[in-house]
């Protein structure tokens, strides 16, 4: 029987993606949706809709009676999980299955057996796919130790098995350290933790995540649809995501994807799935990778497997569940140029990638041209809720070269709008310029490796910084012109001055703007672009190069965001310019002695009252937003003078919770 409806068991920009390709299969779609979706995009787009409760998914879109009840009232004969939710739960294939509805992805058993990580671990080692070698039993002494060393192959990691925090763990490169440091570790474990048991496992060096995308239907065809690399990691979250790997051979993807296929075989698994390899940077053999683990369902970052393929996995996806057969084999598929995708989060890289919610006041993304797809589930006015995953969008580009993509990538970022939420862009684009990631010598360490101190804008070349003095002297020249003609405030008389002094960070750039000849510092420069006050981005040409600008007007010149940072534009005309330095720097006020909410949230711990002496570090409140709880701590040393915020409050960005003496 063929799938006539579909219920899509999620929300936001997967339920929209799913919903796209149903309607192109000309088949009928139900959406479900809680009450801080009422007017998502994903219900509109639907053909009809159901409310499944309040906004906490734990009472809405986590409950499986309620999706099926939902699929009972509408008709529906299908339902896809999109990822998430209730996606990886076998309790709800099984009662889908009760129900005679069809579930859009694998068998219950492949679920349940690939979601318990030492079942997956046996079953992945069983059916011949490299799992991380390692001992895990009880090492008797030294000598049985640099025996196990010795058969796992340097180098490897002696831990204390009640380990944790980094304490208890010694590297060992050689015989000789295995020796010096297996006593060692054993007294740590006991001293730490009451307990000496050691287990030793081989240690991945320059680790990075790649996974294969696995496809397969109800008639014992199973594919590999290659893989893609998946390293460039914020505490374990998914970041930029590319197909194929930089780092992947030939070789080496077909003895990858062959392991995968074995295992999906070992299971009966039919439908999309992934699975996650941990892959040796330092090997150069081939054989350097390691199962982690088995998604049972469609990821994140499937569309850049489609851009290479040229398939349509949520597609494959609901084919699959019908009981057709796959249309083509291991040998159709093809690797066709190269895709990124970058993940647009509501989060404030600035403050600690803080996330961050609230009503996107602006949301315009960049155009679906030529190699640039952006796949979301929000619309300007639309509102980042505190109850779901901080995502906003997914831009994916596609190009013939890596490379290619990747300035794509830059372009299409420097064109994304969104106001309101913080968000990752200028992040994301400082990533693309980045040496490292242009190399392809990437890790799941990159992040915490590059950016030890946090993210404070991507440096910017001599030459951007030029080009963005002879925008912002443009734009202040266009000002002034219209100043002139609005009666009574220039006089007509008076043209807009040619020379313009334009202090950007601590450098001063002369430009001289005569008709269409442009020069920055005595240098001319090939420049067009149109703006009319009130623009919001500017499309300026130099020469061949395009570079897209975020505008946005401030006391004396302009913020100019580009290429992943903002710079603060102070412009003068050249004959008021020298008496600038009579001009007294403002400073701004010391805050440090107030305790400020770092993004909006709930106040559901306040540790301190007022009189309490605190110290540096102690932990005085505890904010809750995202389903993430986020300790504030004491950043110097005081009294408490004053409390302004009570436990139990929904506090604004900014709010002033205390006061420090």
């Known amino acids: 029987m063929a799938i006539t409806k579909i219920l899509i068991a999620n929300r936001g920009e997967i339920a929209c993606r799913v919903i796209r390709t149903a309607r192109k299969m000309g088949i009928k779609t139900v959406a479900v949706y809680s009450d801080a979706d009422a007017r998502a995009p994903h219900v509109l787009m639907a053909d009809e809709a159901v409310h499944i409760g309040p906004s906490p998914a734990a009472q809405s879109y986590l409950i499986a009676e309620k999706i099926i009840q939902a699929c009972k009232d509408t008709g529906a004969d299908a339902v ?39 079942e997956s671990k046996k079953l992945a080692k069983a059916a011949g796919v490299n799992v991380v070698p390692g001992f895990v039993g009880v090492i008797e002494d030294t000598e049985h130790a640099v025996r196990i060393s010795n058969e796992i192959g340097y180098p490897v990691m002696m831990k204390a098995s009640a380990g944790g925090g ?49 496809l397969g239907d109800q008639h014992g065809n199973i594919l590999y649809l290659n893989e893609r690399e998946c390293s460039i990691q914020r505490r374990h979250q998914k970041v930029v995501e590319e197909a194929p790997s930089p780092f992947v051979s030939p070789e080496m993807r077909k003895k990858m994807g062959e392991q995968c296929v074995a295992l999906a075989r070992a299971v009966g698994y039919f439908s999309a799935g ?23 369902r469609l990821q994140v970052e499937h569309p850049v497997t489609e851009e290479i393929t040229g398939l349509d996995l949520v597609e494959q996806m609901i084919r699959v569940a019908n009981g057709e057969e796959l249309s083509f084999c291991q040998e159709d598929v093809k690797i066709n140029g190269w895709s990124i995708e970058n993940r647009v989060y509501a989060e404030d890289p600035y403050r600690g990638f803080l996330p961050s919610t609230g009503r996107l006041i602006r949301y315009n993304p960049p155009e679906a041209v030529d190699g640039v797809r952006v796949d979301d589930g929000v619309v300007e006015g639309g ?58 010598n990437i890790t799941t360490g990159f992040i915490a490796e590059e950016y030890p101190e946090g993210f404070v804008g991507a440096p910017a070349s001599e030459t951007l910084l030029k080009r963005l003095s002879a925008i912002g002297a443009f734009a202040a020249m ?93 412009i003068l005309p050249a004959h008021a310019a020298v008496h600038a330095k009579h001009m007294i720097e403002k400073i701004p006020p010391d805050l440090s002695r107030f305790l400020i909410c770092p993004m909006p949230g709930l106040l559901v711990a306040l540790n301190v009252k007022e009189g309490d002496k605190v110290e540096i570090g102690q932990p005085l409140a505890v904010i809750e937003a995202m389903k993430m709880e986020n300790i504030l701590r004491a950043q110097k040393a005081g009294v408490v003078k004053s409390v302004s915020a009570a436990q139990g409050e929904s506090l604004p960005v900014d709010a002033i919770i205390l006061e420090l003496e």
């Open 383 to 440: 509102e980042v809720s505190m109850f779901y995953d901080p995502m906003i969008a997914k831009l994916i580009t596609w190009a013939p070269t890596r490379l290619e993509a990747i300035d794509k990538q830059i372009a299409a970022l420097d064109q994304f709008e969104i106001e309101g939420p913080g968000h990752n862009i200028d992040f994301v684009s400082a990533l693309m310029q980045h040496e490292r990631f242009r190399s392809g």
């Open 478 to 570: 266009a000002q002034a012109d219209r100043a002139r003609r609005i009666e009574g405030q220039l006089g007509k008389r008076l043209a807009p001055p040619t020379g313009w002094q334009v202090k950007i960070g601590d450098a001063i750039h002369d430009v001289v703007i005569n008709g269409d000849d442009v020069t920055v510092d005595g240098e001319a420069i090939e420049l067009a672009l149109e703006y009319t006050p009130g623009d919001r981005l500017i499309e300026a040409e130099f020469g061949e190069e395009q570079l897209a600008v975020k505008i946005a007007p401030v006391r004396s010149g302009f913020v100019l965001t580009a290429h992943g940072a903002s710079h603060k534009l102070r």
């Open 80 to 118: 896809h999980p999109g990822y998430g939710f209730l996606s990886e739960r076998e309790s709800f294939r099984k009662a889908l299955d009760a129900e005679g509805i069809i579930f859009v992805g694998p068998p219950a058993n492949a679920i349940a057996a690939m979601g318990d990580k030492i």
């Open 166 to 214: 980094g304490k208890g763990m010694r590297l060992a490169y050689s015989e000789q350290d295995v020796r010096e440091g297996f006593e060692a570790t054993k007294r740590e474990g006991l001293n730490s933790f009451g307990d000496d048991r050691v287990f030793i496992e081989k240690f991945i060096e320059s680790p990075r995540h790649i996974e294969i995308q696995i």
């Open 274 to 296: 992934t699975v996650e390899l941990i892959v040796s940077g330092a090997d150069k053999t081939g054989d350097g990778f390691y199962f982690l683990e088995m998604n049972t």
